[in-house]
């Protein structure tokens, strides 16, 4: 596949960018800038200028067997068409929430090889705090012919796999939801608590709420992943519900420089399923 060369401005974007370095690139015709709030009246209130809307739900497939499993690549086609993203486009994404459906977007796009890309670190509410403009008026995308295709598989995991690798010392779990989910005490699924030997860390506590949301320091979580077993010569998969919450985890550990992948059924594939072995 044809991989044209960025420019020398947006080449320079790090995976976690900074409201001021973002504000200095705002002009870059080859940025891409992506809202994906939880509340969709966030985007109407103020947005970064030139950012356009995104819905998180259409990040997901949405039907069985998997609901929570990414679109087929004709569905991503024509998504990223539609919002206008071409080969060589750099695409900084961020919400309202702290990064859940903002990383989901990025892992889509390191799904299906697309790695351009960066997050505003602490979305609408850094950019805010820090006092940059914003817009209150929608950014129509510019259409492009974009195709899809899964050219990163190992992205993600399916549950099939994590099964055969429950023994593997090698091979560690990051459960992105509550405490109460993680011991089985709250959920909606058929079967409740957590995959054998998974380790929780609240996809939350990887936020710093005293710098409006923007991930905690990396040398921090680190020694306390660690000391919960994850440790940065495993294969880490990681979940929540649905693969929104660990996404951002998913995110985390890419910006720690972890080797980790995102499990896209998660919990709702798991604790759904009658094959899959479950502790509390």
């Excluded at 068409?81 to 750099?90: F, I, M, N």
């Excluded at 995308?141 to 593997?168: C, F, V």
């Excluded at 030997?197 to 936020?207: I, L, Q």
């Excluded at 985890?249 to 992948?261: E, F, H, K, P, Q």
Aim: charged share 25%; net charge negative; glycine share 10%.
């Amino acid at each position: 596949m044809n991989t044209p060369q960025q420019s020398s401005e947006t080449n320079q974007l790090p995976l976690i960018v900074e409201p001021e370095t973002l504000h200095a690139h705002l002009d870059d015709p080859q940025l891409l800038i992506v809202d994906v709030p939880k509340d969709p009246g966030s985007y109407s209130r103020g947005h970064v200028p030139g950012a356009v809307f995104l819905e998180g739900r259409r990040l997901m497939h949405g039907h069985a067997p998997i609901p929570s499993d990414a679109p087929d690549v004709e569905t991503l086609s024509a998504l990223f068409s539609a919002l206008g993203l071409t080969r060589d486009t750099h695409v900084v994404a961020y919400d309202d929430e702290g990064g859940g459906f903002a990383a989901r977007l990025l892992w889509t796009l390191e799904l299906i090889g697309h790695t351009r890309y960066s997050y505003l670190n602490g979305g609408i509410h850094a950019w805010r705090a820090d006092g940059f403009e914003q817009s209150t008026e929608p950014t129509a995308p510019t259409p492009s012919n974009y195709r899809a295709d899964i050219l990163h598989p190992d992205t993600r995991i399916t549950g099939d796999e994590i099964k055969e690798r429950l023994d593997d010392r090698d091979f560690a779990i990051w459960d992105a939801r509550s405490p109460a989910e993680y011991n089985g005490e709250k959920g909606n699924n058929k079967h409740l608590g957590h995959i054998p030997g998974a380790v929780n860390m609240e996809w939350v506590n990887a936020m710093d709420p005293a710098r409006d949301l923007r991930m905690r320091g990396y040398a921090e979580m680190i020694t306390e992943l660690e000391a919960m077993g994850i440790t940065p010569d495993m294969e880490i998969a990681t979940h929540c519900q649905g693969h929104h919450r660990s996404a951002f985890t998913w995110l985390v550990g890419r910006a720690l420089g972890l080797n980790i992948r995102g499990y896209a059924g998660s919990w709702g594939e798991w604790g759904n399923r009658d094959d899959t072995p479950i502790e509390t």
